[in-house]
Structure formats: structure tokens, C-alpha cells
């Protein structure tokens, strides 16, 4: 399968300290890969380095095998679309406003949108179910209704390749699972950092966990996410179980046996990379 999406030797350092350590991985058309770790691992550095709010200090990032510095930014916009963590909207926008922004890579000068952008903006809200609050203000809305908006706004740049960074961020239970499920068969290219492995053994085709910046292991999720690897990765103890319907692991934490101190940096990396 081709890939979209490479990432090829990514290195990111910051105060003598590498917050992404020679990253090399591809996200092929249609697939979802998830970027999985504990905190501080560089998942969110890894992504701004994909939508270039950040520059990697060695590496590449490539998009159908160029690399993307080699494009003009609004070029990239039109093919990168991002959710970032550090999304905000404190301008008094209504919704319907904030989501047409999408559309702003593509236009031309001044025009107003035309008939087409205006239904793909309100298929959007359609989707990220939004859109009975088209007309009020951003500054008045919950923060979980924000991000689905923010992802209406991404939707609607019509990317290639779609980068979430933590996207379940806020949302009740019914509306993060919509979100997954519409991206499972959305067919969109999309990498995504989560924090929740059950969230993301259902929705990803592949996970790549991260620790310290090093990629630890990649591939698919009944095959990453063993009880050996989430001790020593993440520090827990947990039991593997399939999914009672989809067949994906579960995992079900032991809470009695959580560690009670601090955990350094070697515990994780000792394991090595591998794909």
C-alpha cells in the first residue's frame, strides 16, 4: 500500500535534549495510524512537525514523496488539515463562520463561498452534529462543542491527509464514539495522537507507541498493545481481552498493582524499536 504520509528520521531538540529522536513512519491512503505514549513522549512535537507550526531539526516529513518545506504554506494547508491542542476561538464567531475559515486555503481574494463550499460546510456540522448551533457565538459554546467544531473546520479544508491531536479531548462518551466511528468509515488518511488505548486499538489500522521520542513499536494494535509492552511503556499492569463483537484488544487495568513511584525515562526505552 502507498504511502501518503512519511516521516523520515524526524528529530526534534530543544535545551540539548531530543523531544523526537529519528522518527521514521508511513501512513498509507485511507489508513488511520495512531501516535500512542505516556506524557511527554513527543507525540503533539511529532504532529506540529506534519502541519509545520514546527520545524524538525533533522528528518523530513514527506507528502506523496516531497517533502513538504519544498510547498508554499497555504499549498500544505490544502492538503494537511490539523487539530491541534492548543486550538482556540476567542473571536466572536458564530459556528457557521468558524467552519466556513476551513475554506480558506482555497480561496481567492475576497469571494464569498459558493454554493458547493456552503453545503460541504453544512454537511460538516451535519456530521459532527453542530449544526443547530450554526448561529451562535464560539464564546458562548461548552468546550466539548467547540472541538467538534474545530474538527467541522478541519473537514472542510477537504484534506488529504487529516492530523488529530487528541481529538476525543472534551467529548461525552456518545460523541467521541460518533467521531471514531466516522472516521472508521470515512476513508480519510488521518494521524492522530490518543491517549486512550482502548480508543485507539477500535479505531486505528496501525499504532505506533512512542517513549522518550524513540519509537518503541508499530504495527498493528493486537499486535503492539501486549501486557509486556504496556508495563513497559506506560507503568500499569493490564490484561489483554478481545473485543467481544470487533475482535480488537481491550485492556482492563489492575488498579491494585498501579506503581507508587516515579519512573525514568530507561524503563520504556529499554525495549528497543521495532515494526
Known sequence: MQSVLSLRGLTVEAAGRALVDRLSLDVAAGQIVGLVGPNGSGKSTALRCVYRALKPTSGAVLLDGRDLTSRGLRDSARSIAALTQESHTELDFTVEEVVALGRAPHARGNRPLTARERALCREAMERLDVAHLADR??????????????????????????????????????????????????????????????????????IAVLSSGCLVSSGDPAEVLTPELVRKVFGVDATIVPHPRTGNPQLLYDLSLAPTGPRTPADASSEGPHS
Not at 152 to 175: C, I, M
Not at 176 to 205: I, K, M, P, W
Open 137 to 206: 457565538s464560539v464564546l458562548t459554546l461548552s468546550g466539548g462543542e467547540r472541538q467538534r467544531i474545530l474538527i467541522a473546520r478541519a473537514l472542510v479544508q477537504e484534506p488529504r491527509v487529516l492530523v488529530l491531536d487528541e481529538p476525543t479531548n472534551h467529548l461525552d462518551v456518545r460523541h467521541q464514539v460518533e467521531l471514531l466511528s466516522f472516521l472508521r468509515r470515512s476513508g480519510l488518511t488521518v494521524l492522530t495522537a490518543l491517549h486512550d488505548l482502548n480508543l485507539a486499538a477500535q479505531v486505528c489500522d496501525r
